[in-house]
């Protein structure tokens, strides 16, 4: 699994999930909505913390500088 997200990609899906959960928690969002971007949420913290977008490898892209 190499490593194909960069700094501002990594910030950029922390702040929408961050915004989600806002939006979830004083009631904006709710029912199926709120179900499914609590879990676009969670795939955006854990794609962040590891570093790796699946859905970059079949279109060959890389936010991460080369190094």
Known sequence: M??????VDKVIRIL?????L?????????????VILLILAGVFVVTSLLGFCPLYLPVGLSTKKKE
């Open 2 to 7: 190499k490593k194909n997200m960069g700094t």
């Open 16 to 20: 929408v999930a961050v915004i989600i």
């Open 22 to 34: 806002v939006l979830y928690f004083t009631h904006v969002v709710s029912g199926t909505l709120a």
